[in-house]
């Protein structure tokens, strides 16, 4: 069984501040990653994609609540202390996210902070951790690293940046790289690269991925394989072609068919029903927190 | 990207309670109006007035009929409190006031229209705090005359660039947002979009630091009275009374402590208060 | 038919931190654009981050001020324009914005900020002004109670349907919407893109679709222009420029869309 990541009935709920129970940000989420795969999870606001994402390197936030079992390896990640949290995360495990910015110490050369994710994993010199950052800026695309090894985060372009964050998420060559919406917030022209990147350097170091993701053209680039949720259950999972032509889920077929690239122009687009609508999810959000707005009825 | 997209964990942010700041609200509030009601009803509750002098009562210990003791002149110290904290509350809130009333307008109109408005009013501004707080103040003490109404205005203009500042700074991040030029085009005028939309969105930081700043405004007061150049003698104050009673600290310690405990309470009320609407301000309400 | 919009030899600069303040280096967000707008018809607006696609549209509803060009809005130029004459524009010319959040203020319900252009431009009683904005609510798809909810109680969706409202409340002729669908989840989108479609065909809107999204422009659009770095590198039929491209950034821009391999 070569699964890197296993989600085994897997719920996360959040605490409410009136203590009335919330609904589960994921629900009874079940599924494997395959060693080597680029798997996607497709869904919208809501859908507790990225809940699920952060619950592997156990970054959801304190008061939220995990039931089910999450194996890295084979190896239960949701009983784990911290120091063994923090020896996987950057290690085993590494995850990048939509905003590079935000994962990036302003005020350090990126170079450093590179280095900084490798000396912490491993034994090694400060001279060879150098020597290896400006190895891994090369490797992502990053011209003349060695000159740019000493740049601060905010003299890179968005694109470069996201490289920088994918460089030190490979650092120490994990085994599985998370990456939540990583390309959303890129033009398209530097998001392409971006992606391109991401497949590339799987290959070369038998990565396996999990790509969290709200466009289907994406997934449909660079998944072999993809889920769908919606309303944090997983609806269903399939090789990418396969799903992507033949969908069974009336929600994915909905969502699939809102795709304005794939309609014909000036007609209405088919609108997804009621019952599997993100508005109806937020509808019942509001109204549990703010009871008083019951009378206004959804659209 | 949709927020919504972060999933639940953003979902949370708007629910989470913010119980302390109501709680440092609430506390700082009830001890301010105590405090304000106190200060009004001054003439009322105390128990004599704080300007008469007996000699048979100098430097007595506190009894049953002067709970605080009395000073060197014999005058009772719980009344000249009372009447102190007047003063103090009066000066230090009216200061505040009068500075927000300018800095307000100010800050606005360098945040919402920039260039050569921000420069002019801006650099103004600077050249004021340059200064040391205290030494404006004793300048202007040393031009204008001591007095509470004096030490109120110098107080004014310290806090008049610290004040137009913060206003300044949130309506610049006010301004910017969409419904502020959709105002604009949906055919407000300047005065309109101020009025409407870019003031009631960028009051909350400015109301913290005042109620912040008024805190330090009862202590400078209480600092110039103390050196003699504030409320001038024999009206009661505060700081005047602090600078009596270290002569007698020895022999007659309440004659200097109680003055002091009543100026760490009125600052902590002022404290307590600032602390709570910052919490309630920060960090969803104002900054976008 | 003349075009209701004409926009000859626009630039507009921006000035840098960079230099000594009367001398400061400018860049030039749009530089020296030209294009039209027919009534009834949508012209999509596509480039990237930079490109100086959301200055434009700035100017052209007089949010900004150009430093060079001409723009004529139903032949009238409207740089020349105050008082009740630009307002009269302004009644005409109305803009949808993207942010769901900062496009509506926080702080009012959201039936008052779809009144507002009626209010500013003293359309009608206050009586008929409400009657209009429960009309608004109806013809953009909300329900109408939820008029007075704040902002926050709402979905993206909801909000940008208000600021859509609110656009349509002084009837106007052009609309200039700024990636009014970025924010927006696919589905919701969808949506919001019908509605336009929807308006345009009952109300005759001309609309200018700003987006950095190649599939949605392809969907509502009549005729693109492309912009890069300021300048309008293309222009032309939808059809045309989608399946052939001439300009080498137009290529560039439709191989980036992700596709199956």
Redesign the interface.
Known sequence: MSAVLSFGNVSVGFATPNGAPSAPAVNGVSLEVTRGEIFGIIG??GSGKSTLANAVMGLLPGSAAVTGSIRVNGRAVLGLGDDDLRGMRGNEVAMIFQDASASLDPTWPVGDQIAETLRAHREISRRDAQARAIALMTEVGIADAASRYSDVPHRFS?GMRQRVVIAAALANDPQLLIADEPTSAL???I??QV?QLIDALRRRHGTTVLLIT?????V???CDRVGVMYGGKLLEVGA??NL?ARPTHPYTR??LA??????R??T?????PAE????SL??AE?LRD?PS?A????? | ?????NGSIASTR?RLPRRSSSRFMIIGGAMLLALALIAALAPFIAPYDPETVDARRVMNAPDFLHPFGSDVLGRDVLSRILYGLRVSLAVSVSAVAASLSLAVPLGLLSGYFGRWVDTTISRSLDMILVFPAMLLAVTFIAILGPGSVVTAIAIAVIYLPILARVMRTSTLIVS????V?????????HL?VLAS?VA??ALGPVIVQASVLSAFALQLEAGLSFLGLGTQPPTPSLGGMLADGREVLVQAPWVEIFPGLAIVVAVLAFTFLGEGLRQAFDPRGVA? | MSDLLQVDNLSKTFATGRGLPWNRRRVAAVDNVSLSVQRGRTLGLVG??GSGKSTLG?CI???AKPDRGQISFDGVEVQALSGRAL?DF??R???V???????????WPVGR?VR??LD??RIGTPAERDRRVLDLFARV???P??A??LP??L????RQRV?IA?AL??SPELIIADEPVS?????????I??LF??LQQDLGLALIFIT?????V???SDNVAVMFRGSIVETGD??RIMSHPRHLYTR??L???????
Not at chain 1, 276 to 279: Q, T
Not at chain 2, 181 to 189: N, Y
Not at chain 3, 155 to 158: A, L, M, V
Not at chain 3, 183 to 191: E, H, N, P, R
């Open positions: 919208e606001s968005g033009d398209v022209t998001q392409a992606l709200h466009d289907v053209g994406v449909s680039q660079l990418t072609r992507l909905a969502l809102a795709n304005p690239a794939d309609a122009r000036g209405r687009l088919p609108v997804v599997w609508s993100v508005e937020r509808e509001l703010s707005l009378g206004a009825a959804n659209e | 990207m949709s927020s919504e997209l708007g910017r947002n969409d419904y030029a959709g105002a604009r085009a949906r055919g407000a005028s309109r939309h009631p969105n976008e | 990237e981050s700035r509803l007089g949010l307002a302004r009644r010319v109305q803009p914005f993207q942010d769901p959040y900062g496009s509506l203020d926080p702080r900020s507002e252009s500013c431009f798809g909300l329900n109670a939820l007075d909810r926050t109680h979905s993206g969706g909801q600021g609110a409340a002084s924010a927006l989840d696919m589905s919701v989108q969808a949506q893109l019908n479609l929807d950095h999204d190649l599939g949605v392809k969907h509502v939808t059809e560039t821009l191989a980036a869309v992700p596709r199956p391999r």
